[in-house]
């Protein structure tokens, strides 16, 4: 039995997982980040944890081709260097040569959300897709970009940002600084902002009182209210829906993947999501009419996604 | 020696040209393309067009590694076919095989926005980049994408549609019959259409002189009212600038091009729209106070460029 193993570094846990030749993952070690740490720290922490998953076989990280690692922030991936992690307050690291330092097996070094892309393109909803784009509709929007099985990432390594091409011109303010950035309306952030909206324009509707009973408002309050017919919320929900296919119809314009995965918080919302939003595709994917739309599905790997990825990141 | 030979096929006119090792157009033949003539007379013509083409050189086509062909209209490169070329009246025409019946050499075929910016990265103003995009703001905004040296046209070869991506939600129908498209906003089209509105708006403007003076309202008339310093034409090319900004910058935030160029008419007007541009440019890509910003520059090669391109299909 061939093993890989990969690291998913994220803001709080490190998680490190073997992955079997049926693309399953067959080990894991989890451990906080900790990261107001020297950096050398939380690397020397990532080394353990990919060495303890891999013990848990009784191997020993000689027996991978790679060990590859998912961080979040800018990555120059060809240098195994993070140009800026926020969370993590890194900025001009050398995550790939302080790993290598205590690890006997390449090292590689990619985005988080291309190495959920390529997760998904090897083991997920994508495996049986060359060409893929997957969103995260999370706090932000992520964008995954999967060229021919591989991770394209831009010229530099620094693009893919699919959250950040226009939508509404001198719209909303992104977080980014740009203004009217697809992010601003179709990420979950932009749902609750439009949920408060409607919110205050309707306070009869049952938004409020969801609001109330809940005592919070999250992606989820437009849908359960939409769902219970509240007209305020699926006016909310409908003009969602036209945001995230208008920002992910101009992505397939120019990338013509075989299959559109959708991730992150929003799409855990299903069919009651998926179903209307495949149904306006069409209306915002140039020559669609001609050349055909392909589907939006849900992303299937979850949290794994990241790391089963990031144990590929030597041939994706 | 050793040459190289291509064509732009256009609505109107076949042009054939033969590239020497420092990509010169060193021969030249054209004629009428007559596109309502069936369609396997077109393809004889452009045969014969390249065969004139190399016999000013005393070459025949087998001298040449390919014959490149640029077309109009959505190409499946692979295939060497054109899905639709409206302006042909071309549907599912298999270009590729039928010009070969003619030609002792290997027949090439690519959509002419591809070659054109192929073209400028073999021997045009991209020719010290990898990775390159193209707008041509024209009757249309038309894109080529270049990554790693070589054209990038989507999935199925059917995208790179750069100027079908969201600009202004629910904004002004474009001829793809998407609403509020970049290229509703940045093409000359999209500019005479501004000017128009202005001049309705300010009747007492350059503009509405200036349109009356020369009987037509075209992508130069609010340019020269601008540099004459009218005010209701400094406002629609300030704005139209912002338009064009906002569509490069969402594309760069993906690609991370190297160099940005520009053709097509609006972009003759060289460094009075170049330098705006490009002082605007940050305020819309993703993350360029840290990752930096390319340059918009403008294409040199002009109608040579699709030639150029064709002429290198066979490792573009």
């Known amino acids: 039995m061939k093993y890989r193993i990969g690291i998913d570094l994220g803001g709080t846990n490190i998680k490190a997982g073997v992955v079997d030749e049926d693309n399953r993952i067959v080990a894991y070690d989890t451990r906080p980040t900790d990261a107001d740490r020297p950096f050398a720290e939380v690397v020397l922490s990532m080394a353990q ?25 800018s990555v120059q991936r060809k240098f195994g260097k993070v140009l800026r992690a926020g969370n993590l307050n890194w900025y001009d690291v050398p995550l790939r040569d302080e790993l290598q330092k205590h690890v006997s097996t390449p090292v590689y070094v990619g985005n988080d959300a291309d190495c959920a892309a390529a997760g998904e393109s090897i083991a997920g909803a994508a495996k049986d897709y060359n060409n893929v784009l997957l969103f995260t509709l999370g706090t932000g929007v992520g964008g995954g970009i999967i060229i021919e099985k591989k991770i394209f990432s831009g010229g530099d390594g620094l693009g893919a940002e699919l959250g950040h091409i226009p939508l509404v011109f001198e719209g909303v303010h992104c977080t980014c600084g740009i203004d009217g950035c ?3 309306y179709a990420s979950v952030t932009g749902l609750i902002r439009q949920t408060r909206e409607a919110m205050a324009a309707h306070p009869d509707s049952l938004l409020n009182n969801l609001a109330e ?5 999250n992606g989820r309050t437009p849908f359960d209210a939409a769902k219970a017919g509240d007209a305020a919320a699926l006016a909310v929900i409908d003009r969602y829906i036209s945001y995230v296919a208008a920002g992910i119809g101009g992505c397939i314009s120019i990338f013509r993947p075989e299959i559109v995965l959708l991730g992150g918080g929003v799409s855990q919302e299903g069919a009651y999501l998926m179903d209307p939003l495949n149904e306006r595709l069409p209306k915002y994917v140039f020559g669609s009419a001609y050349n055909g739309v392909p589907m939006a599905i849900q992303a299937t790997l979850g949290n794994d996604a990241g790391v089963i990825g990031a144990a590929y990141l030597d041939i994706v």
């Open 213 to 217: 009973e809940r005592g919070v408002v």
């Open 182 to 184: 697809f992010e601003a």
């Open 49 to 73: 944890s990919a060495k303890d998953a891999a013990a848990q076989l009784d191997l020993t990280l000689a027996d991978f081709p790679c060990l590859g690692v998912g961080t979040p922030g």
